[in-house]
């Protein structure tokens, strides 16, 4: 259980960000459910979470932007006094054939999926290091693992979150910082859902457990990562993709 915690989860005002921060705060975390353009859905989560007799509040913040990012997290930190969880789940698409993408479109993801997850753990990290623990969990894809045609912005963001994980985990660990990544495949989503009906069967068929996944799906892996049974896991990527990949 997570009583007396604190979470942050970007990008939680939508599909599995917000799966994410709905179960945190069922097992007892009080969570900041990040946004950047989405107030109104933000707040639907928020409204969920209290509802449930949880705690949480919502928070404007670009992550692609380092100083507002250190901003978000001295607020916080100012009001509970300490953040426990952290969870870079906020990520964009602007997907495309390499030899047609244009620059922005690259750097565009690159700045939000990958420097985004660097923005909050680094201002984060010291206020975990000066308390001696933190889980750290970093939302990849599976596209991360694999690579994934029309999608080299993307999965280089998301490999680029791999390497990152692997390499802060081994910075902060003696410190008692866990800091691991979770890789859905597949999964049931807004941007999903946009897809033809045959393209999700082909998806489906190459997946072995043949369905496609659920938010809910990957918000249990975040869950058991953030939680005291999860202490001796770090440095880990973990496929939430029914044999995907």
């Given amino acids: 259980m997570l009583q007396n915690k604190v979470a942050i989860v970007t990008g939680a005002s939508r599909g599995i960000g917000r799966a994410i921060a709905v179960a945190l705060a069922e097992k007892g975390a009080a969570v900041i459910v990040n946004y950047n353009g989405s107030r109104e859905k933000a707040e639907e989560v928020v409204a969920e979470i209290r509802t449930g007799g949880g705690e949480a509040e919502s928070f404007q913040c670009d992550v692609a932007d380092f100083d507002k990012c250190g901003a978000m997290v001295q607020e916080i930190i100012q009001k509970y006094g300490h953040v426990d969880i952290l969870v870079n789940n906020a990520g964009i698409t602007r997907d495309g054939l390499l030899m047609k993408m244009s620059e922005k479109d690259f750097d565009d993801v690159l700045s939000t999926n990958l420097k985004g997850a660097f923005h909050t ?122 044999g995907l990949a």
């Fill in 121 to 242: 753990i680094r201002h984060l990290s010291k206020y975990f290091l000066k308390q001696r623990s933190g889980k750290i969990i970093n939302i990849s894809s599976v596209s991360g693992v694999t690579g994934n045609a029309g999608q080299a912005n993307y999965s280089a963001s998301k490999a680029g979150i791999i390497g990152l994980t692997k390499s802060v985990a081994k910075e902060l660990g003696s410190r008692g910082i866990n800091v691991n990544a979770v890789a859905p495949g597949f999964i049931e989503t807004d941007m999903t859902d946009a897809m033809p009906e045959k393209a999700k069967e082909a998806v489906a068929a190459q997946i072995t457990l043949r369905r496609t996944g659920r938010p809910q799906d990957i918000a249990n892996a975040v869950a058991f990562l953030a939680s005291e049974e999860a202490d001796y896991i770090t440095g880990q990527v973990i496929c939430v993709d029914g």
